[in-house]
């Protein structure tokens, strides 16, 4: 299925708060590929993630929607994405990754927005998304740049773009 080539990521939105948990691109995956009804992934989603990780019990039914969200994601169905601006800054975490992280919050504050953003240095991690070069920029799951620093302008013309969709 060409949607499994998608990044799974290993944090998910849950309410207000961007939480890691451990087996969730497996299980996805594993879903996927068996070509779950929506319910029976959710259920097998929740029971796999439950298995690995603490969930409260009072949020479990925040848990399954954001699980819920995911596998639409996934499987491409239009609507699924999130709704919120979401930036992912990938590198080592140097001078370089944190001069971008600084234009984009530069960039955030005259656009008067706010995103969630993510600074991601696990190099497992920023292979999935394709990335080989670093520093690299992906705002709402689209890589915009990599391997090279980004002017200020297009900073502020890439957040533009995504918010105009």
Same mark, same amino acid.
């Given at each position: 299925?060409?949607?499994?080539?998608?990044?799974?990521?290993?944090?998910?939105?849950?309410?207000?708060?961007?939480?890691?948990?451990?087996?969730?691109?497996?299980?996805?995956?594993?879903?996927?590929?068996?070509?779950?009804?929506?319910?029976?992934?959710?259920?097998?989603?929740?029971?796999?993630?439950?298995?690995? $990780?603490?969930?409260?019990? $009072?949020?479990?039914?925040?848990?399954?929607?954001?699980?819920?969200?995911?596998?639409?994601?996934?499987?491409?169905?239009?609507?699924?994405?999130?709704?919120?601006?979401?930036?992912?800054?990938?590198?080592?975490?140097?001078?370089?990754?944190?001069?971008?992280?600084?234009?984009?919050?530069?960039?955030?504050?005259?656009?008067?927005?706010?995103?969630?953003?993510?600074?991601?240095?696990?190099?497992?991690?920023?292979?999935?998304?394709?990335?080989?070069?670093?520093?690299?920029?992906?705002?709402?799951?689209?890589?915009?740049?990599?391997?090279?620093?980004?002017?200020?302008?297009?900073?502020?013309?890439?957040?533009?773009?995504?918010?105009?969709?």
């Amino acid at each position: 299925m060409e949607n499994q080539d998608r990044p799974a990521p290993r944090t998910i939105r849950i309410g207000a708060a961007n939480i890691g948990l451990i087996g969730l691109d497996q299980a996805i995956n594993k879903a996927l590929s068996e070509k779950m009804p929506e319910e029976s992934a959710v259920d097998f989603l929740f029971t796999a993630v439950a298995r690995g $990780n603490y969930v409260p019990v $009072n949020a479990e039914p925040i848990y399954r929607e954001a699980l819920r969200g995911e596998y639409r994601r996934r499987q491409g169905i239009p609507g699924a994405e999130p709704e919120r601006l979401t930036i992912r800054v990938l590198g080592s975490g140097c001078v370089t990754c944190n001069k971008l992280s600084t234009m984009l919050f530069a960039a955030l504050q005259k656009s008067a927005l706010a995103a969630d953003m993510e600074s991601v240095h696990d190099p497992d991690e920023i292979w999935r998304f394709g990335v080989t070069k670093t520093p690299a920029l992906i705002i709402n799951g689209t890589v915009k740049c990599a391997g090279r620093m980004p002017s200020p302008a297009e900073v502020e013309e890439w957040v533009g773009e995504e918010i105009g969709k």
